[in-house]
T-cell receptor, first 115, second 111 residues
Framework: DVKVTQSSRYLVKRTGEKVFLECVQD?????MFWYRQDPGLGLRLIYF???????EKGDIPEGYSVSREKKERFSLILESASTNQTSMYLC??????????????FGNGTRLTVT | EDQVTQSPEALRLQEGESSSLNCSYT??????LFWYRQDPGKGPEFLFT???AGEEKEKERLKATLTKKESFLHITAPKPEDSATYLC????????????FGKGTSLLVTP
C-alpha cells in the first residue's frame, strides 16, 4: 500500500514565524500535491510538483512556497505565518503513468494553528 | 471555470435506509471523476474512479455511477460504519494531474 507520511499531526505557531510542513511518500510517485482543507470551502490546491525541483502553482499559492529536492519528499513553506493560514494541510501523491487518471493518495494531514 | 457541486451538504440515515449522494460537475474535457471517503482526523481515502458516461463501479454497499453532467454515489442498506464525509473530485484535461474537489457530503448513519 502507498504510504504518505506527514511529519506532524498538530502544529501551533506564532504569527510571523516561518513554518515548514514535511511530506514523504514511499511509492516512488512522480507527482506530489499540497492541499488545504477548511470547513465550508473544501479542499483547495496550493502547489504541486511533477518531478524533482519542479513546481506549479495551484489555486491559492499566495503566502506559500514549496521545495522538492528529492523525489520522495515535498515540503510546504509558510514564509511568514498568518492567522488566516490556520487550517488542515493535506499532502498527496500519485504516479505518472502516461495517463491522467491516477487517483491521489493522501496523508493524514497536519492541523496547523497560527496564533 | 471548472466546478464541482455536491449535495446534500449533510445527510442523516437510519441503518438500512438506502439513499444517494449527488455530484454535479462542469469541466473542460473530463479525464476522470473520483470518489473519496474521509473519516474525522484522517486524509481522504480513495474509493472509485469513473472515466466515461454510463460507467458504474461497486464496492460493498457503495455504487458509483456517471452521466455527462453528474455522478451519484448510491449507498445500499448503510451501516453506522459508513458514516463519513464523501468527497467527489474531477480531473480535467487542462489541469494536469491535480484534482478539483467538491465540498463534500457529511453522512451520518444511526443504529
Amino acid at each position: 500500500d502507498v504510504k504518505v507520511t506527514q511529519s506532524s499531526r498538530y502544529l501551533v505557531k506564532r504569527t510571523g514565524e516561518k513554518v515548514f510542513l514535511e511530506c514523504v511518500q514511499d511509492m516512488d510517485h512522480e507527482n506530489m500535491f499540497w492541499y488545504r482543507q477548511d470547513p465550508g470551502l473544501g479542499l483547495r490546491l496550493i502547489y504541486f510538483s511533477y518531478d524533482v525541483k519542479m513546481k506549479e502553482k495551484g489555486d491559492i499559492p499566495e503566502g506559500y512556497s514549496v521545495s522538492r529536492e528529492k523525489k520522495e519528499r515535498f515540503s510546504l513553506i509558510l514564509e511568514s505565518a498568518s492567522t488566516n493560514q490556520t487550517s488542515m494541510y493535506l499532502c498527496a501523491s500519485s504516479p505518472w503513468g502516461g495517463s491522467y487518471n491516477s487517483p491521489l493518495h493522501f496523508g493524514n494531514g497536519t492541523r496547523l494553528t497560527v496564533t | 471555470e471548472d466546478q464541482v457541486t455536491q449535495s446534500p451538504e449533510a445527510l442523516r440515515l437510519q441503518e438500512g435506509e438506502s439513499s444517494s449522494l449527488n455530484c454535479s460537475y462542469t469541466v473542460s474535457g473530463l479525464r476522470g471523476l473520483f470518489w473519496y471517503r474521509q473519516d474525522p482526523g484522517k486524509g481522504p481515502e480513495f474509493l472509485f474512479t469513473l472515466y466515461s458516461a454510463g460507467e458504474e463501479k461497486e464496492k460493498e454497499r457503495l455504487k458509483a455511477t456517471l452521466t455527462k453532467k453528474e455522478s451519484f454515489l448510491h449507498i445500499t442498506a448503510p451501516k453506522p460504519e459508513d458514516s463519513a464525509t464523501y468527497l467527489c473530485a474531477v480531473q480535467a484535461g487542462n489541469s494536469g494531474y491535480a484534482l478539483n474537489f467538491g465540498k463534500g457530503t457529511s453522512l451520518l448513519v444511526t443504529p
